[in-house]
């Protein structure tokens, strides 16, 4: 086993499926000599060759109405979308067409296609490089969106991911890539794309958070815990379907309840998840479900100041957490 | 502009046998396209989106192709399309009456939604024009594995403005892939004449813009559209890339059942085109060829009629798709491919 970072993890997943499997093909803008704009491709279209890590043109809809008509004929193509950000001139190729071609079909046609895509800011990327708009997909029946948070998680998961028969969103955040290292067997094996993990038990309060806010909440958790209160983390990874088991566990064992994620709360997962603890968990709870998430606006800006009062850090969950505590 | 290609003479050389299977399937097909007017009227049917009019040019296309070998990714206005890859009157109407046995989506989808994974027709939804990008990724997906299956894909003028219609054009010509870019230029997206859609009359000038060829046919003229589609699929065929080719044809009916388009169309317009109904014309140019005789002409009608009269009884005897199905298949169920 060794020490891997996330962006290696992803592509040492993408890499074994490409050997194993033929089917599997990368299409995307700059995946090809370059390795895309964070390197994930790195090294694939030398070794795999042009057609198999292919250089699209620059068109969100082409790369996944194309991949799309590829995986009707047969092959397993990952869409790569440079930036979740300029994901939506192709939401209606995702929504309308690969989200509804089973069931429009009755069983006859299916899309085993993955769509990844980086997401999440503090990186000073501003409005259209920071966005987090992965709810807009976790809407929709038909669609698999999972963001796995470890390195272990997010080879484990490409891997599945390359595997399941439907349309899959694999979005990673782009401050993981780098930051985020663990360790990685060098083996092959798949991380299931419906189920939460524990990231850290506890029994005073239950923490409900993905991708890059579970490492912020973990860094929260820690704090509380030298003053002996002790949070349960649970990484979701998949977004939908949401493990509404392992949700309901959590909270029924704790009593008290945060969710913590990057995106602004409106009609977010963060709603989803409190709509679920209402429904399942109302007569365990000691006090009511809280959120932290972005602030009502379009979406986050350059300048640092603006920036980090976007940004959920450790101290702002810190705070949540004290309150909930001593409630 | 283009030059308009016709061909009443015969000059591709079609022999007899090409061209009464030709007539056969256009009228299989009207037959039926007018059996679900008829449907839809007496309110057995909710709904109907016609090809009437669009036959000669899906025809021509749809014998070049090799079904469950090539692809085909339709549009809504395909009914002889679909007929002549090898779906039966039947299965479009179990479709119309939204039988439980629909191939095309158990009764899911609005008619004229065609889908048929034992043809390789994918399933098409209601958006228009992003079927141009699945049959480009579709004949990548031939090209990579080294195999010389070409994609037919077909959309009205109208959906040519959308994105997909150039991004799909530019994917396919920059690859040069096995891909029939069909264009069945009606003049009309619903109410809205091409002149107030594109500032050139002739769609196919698109295709220069690609670097590949672009073909303008009188989708009335059966011979002339038969010839483009030899022409385009040897092409995508050896491997020498995509052809647009914009058959010009008529739009005999509305829009659809829940149009009318003598409110935007003037009653001259409409009748001038009657007179010109391409199965009318086809006929009487394969009299002239001494091809096929009126009374043979009528024994193939009452034979295609008597089809139908069965498949019509046999999809209404069919049940409806029950309730307690509608949670299938939003994802993989076990057996699902």
Redesign the interface.
């Given at each position: 086993m060794a020490t891997k970072t996330y962006l290696e993890a992803i592509r040492d997943g993408i890499r074994e499926e490409m050997r194993r499997d033929d089917r599997v093909?990368i299409l995307g803008e700059d995946v090809g000599a370059k390795g895309g704009v964070f390197g994930v491709t790195e090294g694939l279209q030398k070794e795999f060759g042009e057609?198999?890590c292919l250089d699209?043109?620059l068109?969100e809809?082409?790369i996944?109405?194309?991949?799309?008509?590829?995986?009707?004929?047969?092959?397993r193509?990952i869409a790569e979308i440079q930036f979740q950000d300029f994901i939506l001139?192709a939401i209606?190729?995702i929504v309308?067409?690969a989200a509804?071609?089973?069931?429009?079909?009755?069983?006859?046609?299916?899309v085993p296609m993955v769509v990844r895509a980086p997401f999440g800011g503090g990186v000073h990327g501003a409005l259209y490089h920071s966005q987090s708009i992965e709810a807009m997909f976790a809407h929709v029946?038909?669609l698999?969106v999972v963001v796995p948070s470890t390195p272990y998680d997010a080879k484990g998961m490409i891997i599945s991911a390359l595997r399941d028969?439907?349309p899959v969103l694999y979005f990673e955040h782009k401050r993981a890539y780098r930051a985020i290292k663990g360790e990685v067997p060098d083996d092959e094996y798949t991380v299931p794309l419906d189920r939460a993990t524990i990231a850290r038990e506890g029994s005073d309060i239950a923490v409900y958070s993905y991708g890059m806010m579970v490492h912020t909440t973990l860094d929260a958790a820690a704090r509380l815990s030298d003053d002996g209160f002790e949070c349960e983390v649970v990484d979701l990874r998949s977004l939908r379907p949401l493990d509404r088991d392992a949700i309901v566990a959590s909270a029924r064992k704790c009593g008290k309840v945060l969710i913590v994620q990057e995106a602004n709360l409106a009609v977010s997962v963060a709603s989803e998840v409190a709509a679920i603890i209402a429904e399942d968990c109302f007569e365990h709870l000691d006090a009511p479900v809280m959120r932290i998430g972005g602030p009502e606006i379009p979406a986050m800006p350059y300048a640092p100041p603006l920036e980090s009062f976007y940004l959920v850090t450790p101290d702002k969950v810190e705070t949540a957490l004290r309150a909930l505590a001593a409630y | 502009m283009a030059v308009t290609k016709t061909d009443t003479k015969n000059e591709a050389g079609l022999d007899a046998e090409t061209l009464r299977s030709m007539y056969r399937h256009m009228l299989r097909s009207r037959l039926l396209d007018e059996r679900m007017w008829v449907l839809n009227r007496q309110g057995r049917a909710p709904f109907w989106i016609s090809g009437i009019g669009h036959e000669a040019v899906q025809v021509a296309f749809g014998m070049q192709l090799k079904p469950g070998y090539d692809w085909v990714a339709p549009y809504y206005r395909d009914l002889a399309l679909t007929l002549v890859v090898g779906m039966t009157p039947k299965d479009q109407l179990l479709s119309v009456l939204a039988r439980a046995d629909d191939p095309n989506s158990g009764g899911r989808q609005m008619p004229a939604h065609y889908g048929c994974r034992r043809l390789n027709i994918i399933s098409t939804g209601s958006p228009v024009a992003t079927q141009l990008l699945h049959a480009a990724g579709i004949a990548f997906a031939s090209r990579i594995r080294g195999e010389d299956a070409v994609a037919l894909t077909s959309i009205g003028e109208g959906a040519t403005s959308e994105g997909d219609f150039h991004e799909a054009l530019n994917f396919a010509a920059t690859h040069r892939l096995g891909v029939l870019f069909v264009v069945e230029n009606n003049g009309f997206a619903i109410s809205v004449p091409w002149q107030k859609q594109m500032p050139i009359p002739d769609v196919a000038d698109r295709a220069e813009a690609y670097g590949i060829p672009g073909v303008v046919v009188d989708g009335g003229d059966a011979i002339a559209c038969f010839r483009a589609a030899r022409e385009a699929t040897a092409r995508a065929r050896a491997g020498d890339g995509p052809t647009l080719v914009e058959a010009k044809v008529l739009r005999l009916t509305s829009h659809s059942s829940d149009d009318d388009q003598r409110r935007y169309r003037p009653k001259e317009e409409l009748e001038a085109e009657k007179e010109r109904d391409p199965l009318a014309r086809f006929s009487t140019t394969l009299e002239e060829l001494k091809v096929l005789s009126p009374p043979d002409a009528e024994e193939m009608r009452a034979e295609l009629v008597l089809e139908l009269d069965r498949a019509t009884d046999e999809a209404e005897a069919a049940p409806l798709p029950d309730a307690s199905t509608a949670m299938l298949h939003v994802y993989a169920e076990p057996g699902d491919s």
């Amino acid at each position: 086993m060794a020490t891997k970072t996330y962006l290696e993890a992803i592509r040492d997943g993408i890499r074994e499926e490409m050997r194993r499997d033929d089917r599997v093909m990368i299409l995307g803008e700059d995946v090809g000599a370059k390795g895309g704009v964070f390197g994930v491709t790195e090294g694939l279209q030398k070794e795999f060759g042009e057609w198999r890590c292919l250089d699209s043109p620059l068109a969100e809809s082409c790369i996944v109405g194309v991949a799309i008509g590829a995986a009707l004929n047969g092959m397993r193509p990952i869409a790569e979308i440079q930036f979740q950000d300029f994901i939506l001139p192709a939401i209606d190729q995702i929504v309308s067409e690969a989200a509804k071609m089973r069931y429009r079909s009755n069983g006859d046609w299916g899309v085993p296609m993955v769509v990844r895509a980086p997401f999440g800011g503090g990186v000073h990327g501003a409005l259209y490089h920071s966005q987090s708009i992965e709810a807009m997909f976790a809407h929709v029946p038909g669609l698999r969106v999972v963001v796995p948070s470890t390195p272990y998680d997010a080879k484990g998961m490409i891997i599945s991911a390359l595997r399941d028969p439907d349309p899959v969103l694999y979005f990673e955040h782009k401050r993981a890539y780098r930051a985020i290292k663990g360790e990685v067997p060098d083996d092959e094996y798949t991380v299931p794309l419906d189920r939460a993990t524990i990231a850290r038990e506890g029994s005073d309060i239950a923490v409900y958070s993905y991708g890059m806010m579970v490492h912020t909440t973990l860094d929260a958790a820690a704090r509380l815990s030298d003053d002996g209160f002790e949070c349960e983390v649970v990484d979701l990874r998949s977004l939908r379907p949401l493990d509404r088991d392992a949700i309901v566990a959590s909270a029924r064992k704790c009593g008290k309840v945060l969710i913590v994620q990057e995106a602004n709360l409106a009609v977010s997962v963060a709603s989803e998840v409190a709509a679920i603890i209402a429904e399942d968990c109302f007569e365990h709870l000691d006090a009511p479900v809280m959120r932290i998430g972005g602030p009502e606006i379009p979406a986050m800006p350059y300048a640092p100041p603006l920036e980090s009062f976007y940004l959920v850090t450790p101290d702002k969950v810190e705070t949540a957490l004290r309150a909930l505590a001593a409630y | 502009m283009a030059v308009t290609k016709t061909d009443t003479k015969n000059e591709a050389g079609l022999d007899a046998e090409t061209l009464r299977s030709m007539y056969r399937h256009m009228l299989r097909s009207r037959l039926l396209d007018e059996r679900m007017w008829v449907l839809n009227r007496q309110g057995r049917a909710p709904f109907w989106i016609s090809g009437i009019g669009h036959e000669a040019v899906q025809v021509a296309f749809g014998m070049q192709l090799k079904p469950g070998y090539d692809w085909v990714a339709p549009y809504y206005r395909d009914l002889a399309l679909t007929l002549v890859v090898g779906m039966t009157p039947k299965d479009q109407l179990l479709s119309v009456l939204a039988r439980a046995d629909d191939p095309n989506s158990g009764g899911r989808q609005m008619p004229a939604h065609y889908g048929c994974r034992r043809l390789n027709i994918i399933s098409t939804g209601s958006p228009v024009a992003t079927q141009l990008l699945h049959a480009a990724g579709i004949a990548f997906a031939s090209r990579i594995r080294g195999e010389d299956a070409v994609a037919l894909t077909s959309i009205g003028e109208g959906a040519t403005s959308e994105g997909d219609f150039h991004e799909a054009l530019n994917f396919a010509a920059t690859h040069r892939l096995g891909v029939l870019f069909v264009v069945e230029n009606n003049g009309f997206a619903i109410s809205v004449p091409w002149q107030k859609q594109m500032p050139i009359p002739d769609v196919a000038d698109r295709a220069e813009a690609y670097g590949i060829p672009g073909v303008v046919v009188d989708g009335g003229d059966a011979i002339a559209c038969f010839r483009a589609a030899r022409e385009a699929t040897a092409r995508a065929r050896a491997g020498d890339g995509p052809t647009l080719v914009e058959a010009k044809v008529l739009r005999l009916t509305s829009h659809s059942s829940d149009d009318d388009q003598r409110r935007y169309r003037p009653k001259e317009e409409l009748e001038a085109e009657k007179e010109r109904d391409p199965l009318a014309r086809f006929s009487t140019t394969l009299e002239e060829l001494k091809v096929l005789s009126p009374p043979d002409a009528e024994e193939m009608r009452a034979e295609l009629v008597l089809e139908l009269d069965r498949a019509t009884d046999e999809a209404e005897a069919a049940p409806l798709p029950d309730a307690s199905t509608a949670m299938l298949h939003v994802y993989a169920e076990p057996g699902d491919s």
